[in-house]
């Protein structure tokens, strides 16, 4: 068992160095020895892990979609909320996050599937936005579907555009005025009244989560 969980422990000392070089050099200037590097681990512990940078940027992406579920809300819409105000926060504080967006956008990366995480963002918020319509908390006309995408594609524009602007210092706000202007065409008015859409939600929900042995470290 102590093997195993060292095991574990190196693959994802790998991960986050990995994720840490991704973030800082881009995933076509990151190269295995930095990475070999950042992780204080040997060539042949990594190679036990991961066959390829290939592979590296495949497990970066997927440690990000593992996730800690967060604290269950009154209504799905401010879970929604939440999720997207977390993520805000986390890409401004966590390379791991920031590298699995990048990943994701960066239209250079070649031979790996750039949808996986969209497609999981976008499974994530219909399965919310489908269980507040059972709940009420939707206006009639909203199709969980289609809202899930226009509210990942959104995020994803503003995430970039704040990037390009101030390193995503601005974020929270940002994503913070694109809920308060997307929220009353898709809720209850009854709803959207108690949702909190403050820019710091996210910071919050973080340092609540921090509060919690364990919680924190295994969102980042």
């Known amino acids: 068992m102590a093997q195993q969980a060292r095991a574990i422990q190196t693959r994802r000392s790998i991960l986050v160095a990995a994720a840490a070089v991704f973030d800082e050099r881009g995933y076509s200037s990151a190269t295995i020895s930095e990475i070999l590097a950042r992780a204080g681990v040997t060539k042949g512990a990594l190679y036990f892990h991961f066959n390829s940078k290939e592979e590296l940027a495949l497990g970066v992406m997927d440690l990000q979609l593992d996730t ?66 059972n709940q009420g908390e939707l206006l009639p006309h ?3 579907g289609e809202t899930a995408e226009l509210l990942a594609g959104a995020f994803s524009g503003v995430q970039v555009m704040s990037q390009v602007l101030c390193n995503r210092e601005d974020l929270g706000r940002r994503i913070s005025v ?30 609540s989560l921090e509060s919690v042995p364990g919680q924190a470290a295994a969102t980042g």
């Open 68 to 133: 800690v579920p967060l604290p269950p809300q009154l209504t799905k819409l401010q879970e929604l909320v939440d999720q997207g105000m977390l993520l805000a926060h986390q890409l401004r504080n966590e390379p791991l996050v920031r590298a699995s967006v990048g990943l994701a956008m960066d239209q250079a990366v070649e031979g790996l599937d750039r949808g996986t995480p969209f497609r999981a963002w976008i499974d994530r918020l219909e399965h919310l936005l489908s269980a507040a319509k």
């Open 142 to 144: 909203v199709q969980p």
């Open 178 to 207: 694109l809920l308060h202007y997307i929220l009353p065409s898709i809720s209850t008015p009854a709803v959207l009244a108690t949702l909190d859409m403050a820019e710091d939600r996210g910071e919050r929900l973080y340092a």
